[in-house]
């Protein structure tokens, strides 16, 4: 199904600012750039603008890459994002869900998954 994450092993988030005017291309080329390799078909990868009020996907399907793109309805509403550098840092499937309810990804009163 077209843009279906829900496949993804792994979510990487793309921490610090990221230009939303980037395409596809540009977003592509920053995985390039900080992982070292293309983004692959069991990864989804999150950009966030300095605004954080909007998101967006990179993800790999067999037959090419998609973009998603989120922008919150919410006046005054963020996302919660990780500022500290430029870096590629995995994520769980909790700490998704925490990100996309405006949580801080960092919870740390949760019970910690070994």
Request: net charge neutral; hydrophobic share 35%.
């Amino acid at each position: 199904m077209l843009g279906d994450i829900s496949g993804a092993a792994n979510i990487y988030i793309i921490t610090g600012y990221t230009d939303m005017r980037k395409s596809l291309d540009g977003l592509y080329a920053i995985v390039m750039d900080q992982l070292g390799e293309e983004p692959n078909e069991h990864s989804i990868y999150l950009f966030c603008g300095k605004r954080c009020d909007r998101i967006k996907v990179l993800l790999r399907e067999p037959d090419g890459y998609v973009l998603l793109y989120k922008r919150l309805d919410v006046v005054q509403g963020r996302y919660r994002w990780p500022r500290n550098r430029s870096e590629v840092k995995p994520i769980t499937w909790q700490q998704f869900d925490w990100l996309m309810s405006g949580l801080e990804i960092e919870q740390p009163k949760a019970i910690k998954m070994s």
